[in-house]
Protein backbone atom coordinates (compact mmCIF):
# COMPACT_ATOMS: atom_id res chain seq x y z
CA UNK A 1 0.00 0.00 0.00
CA UNK A 2 1.42 3.18 -0.77
CA UNK A 3 0.67 7.07 0.51
CA UNK A 4 -2.38 8.65 -1.46
CA UNK A 5 -2.45 11.58 -3.78
CA UNK A 6 -4.91 13.01 -1.40
CA UNK A 7 -3.06 12.30 2.23
CA UNK A 8 0.22 13.22 0.38
CA UNK A 9 -1.92 16.73 -0.36
CA UNK A 10 -3.28 16.77 3.82
CA UNK A 11 0.77 15.85 4.50
CA UNK A 12 2.11 18.86 2.63
CA UNK A 13 -0.79 20.97 3.37
CA UNK A 14 0.11 20.79 7.30
CA UNK A 15 4.07 20.80 7.10
CA UNK A 16 3.36 24.12 4.91
CA UNK A 17 1.46 25.88 7.48
CA UNK A 18 3.81 24.88 9.97
CA UNK A 19 6.84 26.20 7.92
CA UNK A 20 4.73 29.41 7.98
CA UNK A 21 4.44 29.65 11.58
CA UNK A 22 8.09 29.22 11.66
CA UNK A 23 8.29 31.99 9.03
CA UNK A 24 10.82 28.88 7.14
CA UNK A 25 10.56 28.46 2.99
CA UNK A 26 10.72 25.09 3.27
CA UNK A 27 10.81 22.04 0.90
CA UNK A 28 8.66 19.60 1.28
CA UNK A 29 8.83 16.01 -0.63
CA UNK A 30 6.49 13.12 -0.10
CA UNK A 31 7.48 9.99 -1.48
CA UNK A 32 5.35 6.87 -2.03
CA UNK A 33 6.75 3.50 -0.35
CA UNK A 34 8.67 2.59 -3.41
CA UNK A 35 10.72 5.90 -3.08
CA UNK A 36 8.75 7.09 -6.03
CA UNK A 37 7.99 10.82 -5.69
CA UNK A 38 4.16 11.17 -4.92
CA UNK A 39 4.03 14.91 -4.27
CA UNK A 40 6.37 18.46 -3.62
CA UNK A 41 6.07 21.52 -2.75
CA UNK A 42 8.97 24.13 -2.94
CA UNK A 43 8.02 26.97 -1.13
CA UNK A 44 8.63 30.87 -2.46
CA UNK A 45 12.31 31.61 -1.84
CA UNK A 46 13.27 28.28 -0.27
CA UNK A 47 16.93 27.39 -1.46
CA UNK A 48 17.17 25.36 -4.80
CA UNK A 49 19.73 22.67 -2.93
CA UNK A 50 17.04 21.89 -0.32
CA UNK A 51 15.11 20.32 -3.03
CA UNK A 52 17.73 16.82 -3.11
CA UNK A 53 18.12 17.43 0.63
CA UNK A 54 14.75 17.26 1.28
CA UNK A 55 14.01 14.30 -1.30
CA UNK A 56 16.85 12.47 0.49
CA UNK A 57 15.78 12.69 3.92
CA UNK A 58 11.91 11.30 2.80
CA UNK A 59 14.03 8.74 0.95
CA UNK A 60 16.23 7.71 4.07
CA UNK A 61 13.22 7.88 6.33
CA UNK A 62 11.02 5.10 3.70
CA UNK A 63 14.04 2.79 2.65
CA UNK A 64 14.59 2.18 6.56
CA UNK A 65 11.64 3.06 7.91
CA UNK A 66 12.18 5.74 10.54
CA UNK A 67 12.62 9.02 11.22
CA UNK A 68 16.16 10.03 8.85
CA UNK A 69 18.32 11.00 11.84
CA UNK A 70 17.95 7.38 13.34
CA UNK A 71 20.13 6.11 10.57
CA UNK A 72 22.91 8.20 11.53
CA UNK A 73 23.04 5.82 14.73
CA UNK A 74 24.60 2.97 12.29
CA UNK A 75 26.69 5.20 10.27
CA UNK A 76 29.19 7.74 12.35
CA UNK A 77 32.43 7.58 13.44
CA UNK A 78 32.87 4.24 15.80
CA UNK A 79 29.73 2.87 14.53
CA UNK A 80 28.88 -0.32 12.96
CA UNK A 81 28.12 0.75 9.31
CA UNK A 82 30.17 3.56 8.23
CA UNK A 83 29.98 4.86 4.92
CA UNK A 84 26.30 3.51 4.70
CA UNK A 85 25.39 7.20 3.99
CA UNK A 86 26.98 6.36 0.11
CA UNK A 87 24.45 3.59 -0.33
CA UNK A 88 21.28 3.59 -2.40
CA UNK A 89 22.24 6.94 -4.56
CA UNK A 90 22.94 8.99 -1.19
CA UNK A 91 21.31 9.08 2.53
CA UNK A 92 20.68 12.39 4.48
CA UNK A 93 21.18 11.18 7.93
CA UNK A 94 19.63 14.11 9.35
CA UNK A 95 16.54 15.44 11.16
CA UNK A 96 13.72 16.31 8.88
CA UNK A 97 12.56 12.71 6.90
CA UNK A 98 10.04 10.83 8.93
CA UNK A 99 8.02 7.79 7.28
CA UNK A 100 4.38 7.98 7.21
CA UNK A 101 2.14 4.80 8.00
CA UNK A 102 -1.56 4.11 7.87
CA UNK A 103 -3.58 3.38 10.83
CA UNK A 104 -2.30 -0.12 11.27
CA UNK A 105 1.15 0.85 11.34
CA UNK A 106 1.97 -0.17 7.68
CA UNK A 107 4.86 1.72 5.71
CA UNK A 108 2.96 3.89 3.14
CA UNK A 109 5.74 6.41 2.41
CA UNK A 110 7.96 9.29 3.54
CA UNK A 111 8.04 13.37 4.15
CA UNK A 112 10.98 15.03 3.62
CA UNK A 113 11.62 18.63 4.63
CA UNK A 114 14.31 21.09 4.22
CA UNK A 115 14.61 24.91 4.17
CA UNK A 116 15.06 25.79 8.12
CA UNK A 117 17.72 24.48 10.58
CA UNK A 118 17.55 21.52 11.30
CA UNK A 119 15.18 21.18 14.34
CA UNK A 120 12.88 23.76 12.40
CA UNK A 121 13.04 20.84 9.71
CA UNK A 122 11.98 18.18 12.14
CA UNK A 123 8.94 20.10 13.33
CA UNK A 124 7.70 21.03 9.92
CA UNK A 125 8.61 16.94 9.29
CA UNK A 126 5.92 15.98 12.60
CA UNK A 127 3.24 18.63 11.72
CA UNK A 128 2.52 16.72 8.45
CA UNK A 129 2.88 13.12 9.94
CA UNK A 130 0.79 14.40 12.51
CA UNK A 131 -1.83 15.45 9.81
CA UNK A 132 -1.98 12.06 8.15
CA UNK A 133 -3.12 10.39 11.60
CA UNK A 134 -6.04 13.19 11.92
Same mark, same amino acid.
Do not use: W
Given at each position: ????????????????A?????????????????????????????????????????????? /???????? =?? =???????????????????? /????????????????????????V????????????????
Amino acid at each position: MNVSLQQAQVVIAAAQARARELGVQAVISVLDAGVHLKAFHRMDGAPLGSIDVATGKAKTAVL /FGCNSEDV =YE =YLKPGAPAPGLELSNGGLMP /FAGGMSLRNADGVLIGAIGVSGGAVPQDRLIAEAGVAALGA
